[in-house]
């Protein structure tokens, strides 16, 4: 069993910032990969930032220089740093987890269910 818990949400103004926190908890051998994705209506979920379990991280063009993610290990924790947010970054943000279960060995995807982002003019 895993779940992902999203966290940091809400409304801010333009050029305001956000953090959001995701928390993945179960019996997880490791985290290989996690970070987030968002998602408007009528429009495909679409990449924000990961980062791999070696630091590697993998970013939107739209948010390089303003979004920056970082990750806690062991507390199995992925944390997004929103600066200058823009109008056009309002969208609901999914966690994503690829990670080892303890029970298979094998490697899942997991992901949250969401929390909401706004950013008003």
């Known amino acids: 069993q895993v779940q992902l818990v999203e966290s940091g949400g809400g409304l801010v103004q333009a050029g305001g910032s956000l953090r959001l926190s995701c928390v993945a908890s179960?019996?997880?051998?490791?985290?290989?990969?996690m970070g987030w994705y968002r998602q408007t209506p009528g429009k495909a979920r679409e990449l924000v930032a990961t980062?791999?379990?070696?630091?590697?991280?993998n970013s939107a063009d739209s948010v390089k220089g303003r979004f920056t993610i970082s990750r806690e290990q062991l507390n199995n924790t992925v944390t997004l740093q929103m600066n200058s947010l823009k109008a056009e970054d309002t969208a609901v943000y999914y966690c994503?987890?690829?990670?080892?279960?303890?029970?298979?060995?094998?490697?899942?995807?997991?992901w949250g269910q969401g929390t909401q982002v706004t950013v008003s003019s």
């Open positions: 994503n987890a690829q990670l080892t279960l303890v029970s298979t060995g094998r490697q899942y995807a997991y």
């Open positions: 179960g019996s997880i051998i490791s985290i290989n990969r």
């Open positions: 980062i791999t379990s070696g630091g590697l991280i």
